[in-house]
């Protein structure tokens, strides 16, 4: 990561001063905004303060203008919004036309979205349209200042072994999709002050051609990346029946079980609980690391969570160096009494 590409010579590329400013697509669920939403406008600031232009952002559903002034909360200068009753759940067509409108009449230079289903989706179809490059599921995004402008996206390549910087030197808008707890969220501050620019949204039913019936939730799936809390366990666990207890303390702290992939590897408990490089990179405000003793490929999924409490019997743990909290000892007995003590408050 640290062998960024060199600035490339303005003079080897088209003249892109038409495209100005860095927008943000604000992805939500029935108006509930997804947190990598507000993480990617805490990152495109960065970016935006560097080129010295705007912060904007896309707001598209139905009833959604609360998300268009928390999007000003949390950094946005601008905010395009679409608010019309085709929009109210996501479908591919009628929101790539909506943000295609915003990119061919504001022009910005840099568009982020989530590297979510959706994000992937939308980004995809855009990109197709428009047609512009796109770099899909980044962990690092920063920009060459003025005169090339390029956005350096850069995510694992080559099963993950490097890193690779992506540039998009041929068009404009530079696109990328970005994993979700890896950047920071601004503070939210509602006393900010933006613009809101209302869009309208003409499309009928025909040329939609899809139909949204019913959304119907896999009560089985656990939502990890939004989750504030995170018990996780990993090798030290010995097996799939010890992670019942780690489940135990998460459901007392309102939490969720994650794991290394050791322990998914293993097949004692499913990818969706994964963390680290190959699994979910997680921002909780609680992090416990449990058996897990460290490794690299598991720091850089959580080491940017609030606190990290690590339990292993080893005191030479690398884990202990990323945690804010150590307890040496069994985890076989330490991880009951703090139920058991979180239980009694
Ligand atoms: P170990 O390293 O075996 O650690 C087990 C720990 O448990 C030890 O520290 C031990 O002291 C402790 N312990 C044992 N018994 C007890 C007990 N009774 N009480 C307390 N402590 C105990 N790893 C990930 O986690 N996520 C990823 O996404 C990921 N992606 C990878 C991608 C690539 C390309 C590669 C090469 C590797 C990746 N890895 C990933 C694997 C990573 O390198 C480690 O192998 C893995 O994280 C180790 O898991 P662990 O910490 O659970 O197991």
Same mark, same amino acid.
């Given at each position: 990561p640290e062998q960024k590409p060199a =600035? $490339?010579? =303005?003079? #080897?590329?088209? #003249?892109? @001063?038409a495209y100005r400013g860095v927008l943000v697509y604000i992805e939500h669920r029935d108006g509930v905004a997804k947190s990598v939403s507000w993480q990617l406008l805490g990152q495109g600031k960065k970016l935006a303060d560097k080129l010295e232009v705007d912060l904007m952002a896309l707001v598209i559903g139905d009833n959604v203008k609360h998300l268009a002034e928390e999007a000003i909360a949390y950094g946005a200068n601008r905010v395009f919004l679409f608010d019309a009753k085709e929009l109210k759940s996501y479908r591919t067509r009628p929101y790539s036309r909506a943000s295609m409108k915003v990119i061919h009449e504001i022009k910005p230079e840099i568009v982020l979205f989530g590297a979510t289903a959706t994000g992937r989706d939308l980004a995809g179809a855009i990109a197709t349209h428009l047609p512009t490059g796109l770099t899909a599921d980044t962990t690092e995004l920063d920009v060459e200042p003025h005169? @090339?402008?390029?956005l350096l996206a850069s995510r694992p390549a080559f099963s993950e072994k490097m890193m690779a910087t992506i540039l998009?030197? $041929?068009?404009?808008?530079q696109m990328a999709t970005a994993r979700a707890g890896v950047f920071e969220a601004l503070p939210? #501050?509602? *006393?900010r002050q933006g613009e809101i620019v209302q869009f309208e949204f003409a499309m009928n039913e025909s040329e939609i051609a899809? !139909?949204?019936l019913d959304f119907i939730q896999? $009560? @089985? !799936?656990?939502n990890i990346e939004e989750a504030e809390i995170i018990v996780a366990g990993g090798?030290?666990?010995?097996?799939?029946?010890?992670f019942k207890m780690l489940k135990e303390l998460a459901d007392e702290l309102g939490g969720v079980v994650g794991a290394s992939r050791a322990a998914v590897d293993a097949g004692?408990? !499913?990818?969706?609980h994964q963390v680290g490089q190959t699994g979910y990179t997680v921002r909780p405000k609680l992090y416990f690391a449990i058996g897990?003793?460290?490794a690299v490929q598991h720091l850089v999924g959580m $080491? *940017? @969570?609030g606190i990290i409490v690590a339990i292993n019997?080893?005191?030479? =743990?690398?884990?202990f160096k990323a945690a804010h909290y150590g307890i040496v000892g069994d985890l076989f007995q330490i991880v009951p009494a703090i139920t058991e003590e979180v239980r009694k408050r």
């Open positions: =600035a $490339q010579p =303005a003079d #080897d590329m088209p #003249d892109w @001063s005169p @090339s402008r390029l998009c030197k $041929q068009y404009r808008p939210r #501050d509602p *006393n899809a !139909k949204v896999d $009560q @089985s !799936k656990i090798r030290g666990l010995g097996g799939p029946e010890p004692w408990i !499913k990818h969706e897990i003793s460290g $080491q *940017n @969570s019997r080893d005191p030479d =743990a690398p884990i």
